[in-house]
């Protein structure tokens, strides 16, 4: 299982960003998808979920109206498209993935809950 972030940059506040998180070597049909962030001297937080069908999806409370995950089975990409910016906002954002449909239905966007880990892409926002 192979995770691919990228589309992170600098951008200033109010700005848009879209990340892509692509899967090599095996098919994101099954796998919820999740959107994790770090910013430096702080723990990795939840930022966004979606299930492997598609239908659900989850937001941490500070980007909800934001930002919207979405998914594309077949180009095997899950993205991230953030909008409005904040200077807050700027962390390394990695994604992850668990072969359960919806796994932040169950337990949250949880770092825990999930065994596949890409490399990260750092978005920083600043003027």
């Known amino acids: 299982v192979q995770l691919q972030a990228s589309g992170g940059g600098l951008v200033q506040p109010g700005g848009s960003l879209r990340l892509s998180c692509a899967a090599s070597g095996f098919s994101l049909d099954y796998f919820s998808i999740a959107w994790f962030r770090q910013a430096p001297g702080k723990e990795r937080e939840g930022v966004s979920c979606i299930s492997a069908s598609g239908s659900n999806t989850y937001y941490a409370d500070s980007m909800k109206g934001r930002f919207t995950i979405s998914r594309d089975d077949a180009k095997n990409t899950v993205y991230l498209q953030m909008n409005s910016l904040k200077p807050e906002d700027t962390a390394v954002y990695y994604c992850?993935?668990?072969?359960?449909?919806?796994?932040?239905?169950?337990?949250?966007?949880?770092?825990?809950?999930?065994?596949?880990w890409g490399q990260g892409t750092l978005v920083t926002v600043s003027s």
């Open positions: 992850a993935a668990r072969d359960q449909n919806d796994v932040c239905g169950f337990f949250g966007i949880a770092p825990r809950s999930f065994g596949s």
